[in-house]
């Protein structure tokens, strides 16, 4: 039963169905394999509903469609600008600055791809002009928009807690540290790099031009205020916090700095209203889907077959890395969360680990994932914005990945590395 689904889903997946088809052809067929008949199709039905019907999933249209406005306001701008005045002068400043305003814009977004989009095209003719390889330039921005995946608000932490029943706001917290791990490691690599291949150094802000910067930059700078100290100080919950962000950014960019209409508005929520679909879709199909390989009993026969049941914690962690981080060079990142979470869940829950720290792996692993070859979704993005050949977009991405695996080992044996914050803010 599971080769037959397994090899649908591959063969349409071939055939170039976006993948909600393969989805919802592997449940459909596992549904008839399962229960030779459609006279009970409707608990199928049930379970796609069931799927998208838990309230935290309303957090991730509003986090969606508060990056499409700050993206085309000037909220990211203002943002790129702080960053430049402060460390653009620096040997390397100026791909150090493009890593930290990747962090910066993932904690207002929580979305890799509005992170390449926002940040790579206004910094990546700098970066050209300045000297830098465009092979570099653009794995640069397809890898450091993995941080936006972990900072707070996280997507993937979303679905990843509402598939698990995890707290998003332990999970959101948990991702800061990794986060911040992955922005020194880019940082020191981009300073090698400038050394090694002399790239000139950018002019040194005056002092007046930093404070300028920084003045026009508080506004924006408002977003994590209000996700991180919003949810941790207990005056909203991580679905609030998404509206307030929504709101904030409304006000912002159609008051405030006056650079969007309200047509501009419409337009923005009508495209968030298409990706939202899309997301919706894909949830459901996976709850579908792993509503039937459960109940088939797949994942029990997989995790059997490679002896799951008899390693420790951290070969439980090492196997969830290997699977997630596989996955997401094929499959869309929410959809490999979708399938593939119920499958470890019981073994997690077995051998008594933590589900935050399994959580921060697992985002950890799909957003490398989605910027590895041969199909990780922040690849095609780059392709699609900077109009650059694969072969381009991929050749800069061996260093960094290296690296990103790096810090995933380094959670596996020191995950206090993910939980120090989180056990500071939700002492017991």
């Not at 910066?104 to 390889?133: H, N």
Request: charged residues 10%; hydrophobic residues 60%.
């Amino acid at each position: 039963m599971a080769a037959t689904i397994f090899l649908t889903m591959i063969v349409l997946l071939l055939l170039g169905f976006p993948m909600m088809i393969p989805l919802i052809a592997g449940a459909f067929i596992g549904f008839l394999m399962l229960f030779g008949d459609l006279a009970r199709i409707e608990t199928m039905v049930q379970q796609m509903m069931a799927g998208i019907r838990p309230a935290s999933l309303i957090a991730v249209p509003m986090f969606i469609f508060a990056a499409d406005i700050m993206t085309r306001g000037q909220s990211a701008g203002r943002l790129i600008n702080v960053v430049m005045a402060y460390i653009g002068h620096i040997r390397g400043g100026l791909a150090i600055s493009t890593a930290a305003a990747c962090t910066m814009f993932g904690a207002v977004s929580g979305s890799t791809q509005a992170t390449v989009v926002a940040i790579g095209s206004p910094l990546r003719p700098r970066m050209l002009k300045a000297g830098y390889k465009d092979s570099f330039v653009l794995a640069l921005i397809v890898n450091a928009s993995d941080i936006a995946f972990l900072i707070p608000p996280s997507i993937g932490m979303i679905i990843y807690g509402v598939v698990s029943s995890t707290s998003i706001a332990e999970l959101f917290i948990a991702g800061i540290g990794p986060g911040l791990l992955i922005l020194v490691l880019f940082s020191l690599y981009a300073y090698i790099y400038a050394v090694r291949n002399n790239v000139p150094t950018e002019p040194k802000a005056t002092w007046a031009e930093r404070f300028q910067t920084m003045r026009q930059a508080l506004w924006p700078m408002g977003f994590p205020v209000i996700i991180i100290g919003g949810i941790y100080g207990g005056v909203f919950s991580p679905t609030e916090a998404a509206a307030a962000c929504v709101l904030y950014a409304l006000i912002l960019e159609v008051i405030v700095f006056r650079s969007m209409s309200l047509l501009d508005v419409y337009d923005t929520a009508k495209s968030t209203g298409l990706i939202t679909a899309v997301v919706f879709i894909l949830v459901g199909a996976g709850a579908a889907f792993s509503w039937v390989i459960s109940f088939a009993q797949v994942p029990q026969q997989i995790l059997g077959a490679i002896g799951i049941a008899d390693m420790g914690a951290i070969g439980v962690l090492f196997v969830i890395s290997i699977a997630f981080f596989i996955g997401c060079m094929f499959v869309d990142p929410i959809v490999v969360i979708l399938v593939l979470v119920p499958v470890f869940a019981p073994v997690v829950k077995s051998v008594g680990l933590d589900p935050v720290l399994v959580g921060t792996i697992i985002t950890l692993q799909v957003a490398i994932g989605s910027a590895t070859p041969p199909f990780g979704c922040d690849i095609f993005t780059a392709i699609a914005v900077f109009k650059r050949p694969y072969a381009e977009v991929v050749r800069g991405t061996p260093p960094f990945i290296l690296m990103l695996l790096g810090v995933s080992v380094a959670l596996i044996f020191f995950p206090q590395i993910a939980l120090f914050l989180r056990d500071l803010a939700f002492a017991k």
